[in-house]
C-alpha cells in the first residue's frame, strides 16, 4: 500500500473508495459540482493545501477538468500537484450506461492503474504520532449518544470543517491535519 502525506482531492465516494485501495492517505471527495457552491468544502480544501498540500485527482472528462480548474483557482496558498488518470473508454460496473463523454471514471480504473497514477506521489513511511480513532470519537461524546451529531457539527464549525461530515469523515479529515494530541486539546478547548 502506498504511503501518500499530501491529501487527495476526488470527485465523489466511490473514486475515494478506489483510491483508498491503494493508498493510505487521506482522500476528501467533492461531491463532483458541490465544490461550486459549498464555501465550507471550499475552505476546508484551501486548509488542506496549505497545511499538508493537494493531489487533485479527478476523472479525465469535461466535469473532472472543471472541477481540477476550479480547486487550481480557489487555492491561492499551499501546494496543488495534478495527476492524471488515462482516456479510457468503457463503462463502470455499477453504472447502466457510459458516461456522456463515454470514459471511465476514476472508480473505473483497475487498481494498477490507480497505484501506478500515485506512485510517483507516495512519501515513504507513516506520519509519527498516534492517529484519533473512533473510540476517542465515542470517549468524547461526538458518537454514539445523545447530541453526538449535534457536538460533532460544533466541533467542525469551529475547527473550519465542513459541518456536513460524517463521523468517519471527520476521523479522516482530523487525522490528516493534527495530531491526537492536538485533537484533544482543541476539543476540550471548545468545551462540548
Known sequence: MLHITRAIIVEGVYDRQRVEEVCDGYCFATGGFDIFADEEKREFIRRLAREKGLIVLTDSDRAGFAIRNHIKNIVKEGEVLHAY???????????????????????????????GVLRP???GAAVPGEPVTKQDLFDLGLTGGDGSA????ELCRRMGLPVKMSAKAILGAVNAIMTKKHFYLVVKSINL
Open 85 to 115: 488518470i488515462p482516456e479510457i473508454y468503457g463503462k463502470e460496473r455499477r453504472k447502466d450506461r457510459p458516461s456522456a463523454e463515454g470514459k471511465l471514471g476514476v472508480e473505473g480504473m483497475e487498481r494498477s492503474v490507480i497505484e
Open 121 to 123: 506521489f507516495a512519501d
Open 150 to 153: 449535534a457536538r460533532r457539527e
